[in-house]
């Protein structure tokens, strides 16, 4: 795992550093690779083929496996499918699919970096030569399949089971040898490599969804059933599918990002990535067959992944989410400027530590990881938009904080710093307007809005059965919503954060 502290600041090259070196001022991706190599892209093997080449794998998985790569283990090379636009391949081809990554920090300190990652040796667009792919994925020397394809490439319904009505499921299901869909490529892969006598590649989703690897793998079954269910019994017993734990901030793509890398490495690059210095990748040991030795660059391997799920749901995600909330309501722009004003930093600290209080984790591993989110949501050097991270805010209560509650009121854990900034979201959609009167436009279920607008209480919109929790949770959210429109919000946080509610437990009453 990469943090702030082991950084270091890669200063641009001079104009006659450059040319001593014989690199123009201003030349390309591809030319400085050339003269700076980290390692011999011409002898890379492709053991890894991943669907979803996109800006999260490109900030993340595939600078991962550059650092490794730098350890001259060639074997680990990256094939990137495309399943739906070929976009990022019309960016990267004529740059070689090299391009520049640069880490930006700004807060008490300041760091920056720039590098070039050539970990990307071929891209294909799978939806125009799907046989191209599955050839590459029957090969012998592919070991890892691996997905960032979000929440929707997986075709899964409510309950995150495989929805075998989904039209590209059912495409597949009628033409698996020419699939459209991850699940239908790896299932035939597998298939074609069982004939073929060659072992299992191990599968690894490495997108936000909770036991990912476990998701995953009653999908590819479930899909595999309908088709064979010999087939299916063969993946069941030799296949592998281990959960992993990603965490990375990238912000959507912004015009200022070409300027970076030019500054730093006096590079034009077509698709230059822009991210935080921090990045945690924890992978459950669970393998079918050979795997990189990550655990020399920082990567987490781990038998029990459990305590790195609740870390990462409940400190980043949730804490994310209600970082939105607040803002939507305060009429605040971006992540940083919540942590800037005071009274936000305070109750969103204390907050903190009642989830740490409901969260089965020890406590320093809560604390440490509570330290490290602080100083990254603080990051002026990428500003995070509240309009990015409060889209789809109904599914993120559901998904991140409904657990949270359900823990605290078990532990007899204070559930009012909990339910407040819920409280002030579900206020701004039943007024249309902030707290500064401007109108808020929600990006979230047509469903739900209705049933926050006609007032319903956050129990039923949680889903939750009937008991002491929800009479309680009712109650604290109609008080806190009452609190916020006559006190406004910033003086509400203040409240919620004085010292008798630092360690107040609920009453039986």
Excluded at 8 to 35: C, F, M, N, Y
Excluded at 402 to 419: C, E
Excluded at 426 to 440: K, P
Aim: charged fraction near 25%.
């Amino acid at each position: 795992m990469k943090d702030y502290i082991s950084l270091g600041t890669r200063s641009s090259l001079s104009d006659a550093g450059l040319q001593s070196a014989g690199i123009a001022p201003d030349t390309t991706v591809t030319e400085l690779w050339k003269h700076q190599p980290s390692y011999n892209r011409s002898a890379l093997n492709t053991g890894i083929v991943h669907f979803g080449p996109g800006r999260f794998f490109r900030a993340h998985f595939a600078r991962i496996i550059h650092q490794h790569l730098a350890q001259k283990d060639l074997r680990w090379g990256i094939c990137g499918v495309s399943l739906r636009s070929p976009r990022t391949i019309e960016h990267l081809q004529p740059q070689d699919f090299l391009y520049t990554l640069t880490e930006r920090y700004s807060g008490d300190e300041h760091h920056e970096s720039a590098d070039v990652i050539g970990s990307i040796s071929q891209m294909i667009n799978g939806a125009a030569e799907p046989e191209t792919v599955l050839r590459l994925m029957e090969s012998p020397t592919v070991h890892l399949v691996t997905l960032t394809v979000t929440q929707a490439g997986y075709c899964l319904d409510s309950r995150f089971k495989l929805d075998t009505d989904h039209a590209a499921i059912l495409h597949d299901l009628n033409n698996p040898t020419c699939p459209t869909t991850a699940i239908g490529f790896i299932v035939e892969a597998l298939r074609r490599r069982r004939d073929r006598g060659i072992a299992p590649f191990t599968t690894l989703s490495c997108d936000n969804l909770p036991r990912n690897g476990e998701i995953l793998q009653r999908a590819i079954f479930t899909y595999a059933e309908r088709i064979d269910p010999s087939l299916a019994e063969y993946i069941d017993k030799t296949a592998t599918f281990p959960n992993t734990v990603v965490d990375q901030i990238v912000p959507q793509a912004h015009e200022s990002d070409e300027q970076h890398p030019y500054r730093l490495l006096q590079v034009r690059d077509r698709a230059p990535i822009v991210t935080e210095p921090f990045w945690q990748f924890v992978v459950e040991d669970k393998f079918s067959s050979d795997r990189p030795m990550w655990e020399e660059i920082g990567v987490t391997m781990t038998d029990d992944i459990t305590p790195f799920l609740h870390l990462k749901s409940r400190f980043l995600n949730a804490v994310h989410s209600f970082i939105a909330c607040l803002a939507v309501r305060g009429g605040i722009e971006c992540v940083h400027q919540v942590l800037r004003l005071p009274e936000y930093h305070l109750f969103l600290r204390l907050l903190m530590d009642d989830i740490t209080a409901a969260t089965p984790v020890v406590n320093s591993m809560c604390e440490q990881y509570v330290d490290q989110v602080l100083l990254r949501l603080s990051n002026e050097a990428i500003p995070d938009k509240i309009e990015r991270i409060a889209a789809e805010t109904s599914r993120k209560i559901g998904k991140y904080i409904a657990p949270i509650l359900k823990d605290a009121h078990a532990q007899q854990v204070n559930l009012r710093r909990l339910v407040l900034p819920i409280a002030a979201w579900m206020l701004t959609i039943r007024e249309g307007t902030n707290e500064l009167g401007q109108s808020f436009e929600v990006n979230d279920k047509p469903e739900m809005i209705a049933a926050i607008q006609t007032k319903k209480p956050l129990s039923e919109l949680l889903g939750l059965e009937p008991g002491d929790c929800c009479d309680l949770l009712d109650r604290e959210c109609d008080r806190t919503m009452w609190e916020i429109r006559t006190r406004g919000l910033s003086a509400t946080l203040r409240y919620y954060s004085q010292e008798h509610f630092e360690h107040d437990i609920v009453s039986a009453a």
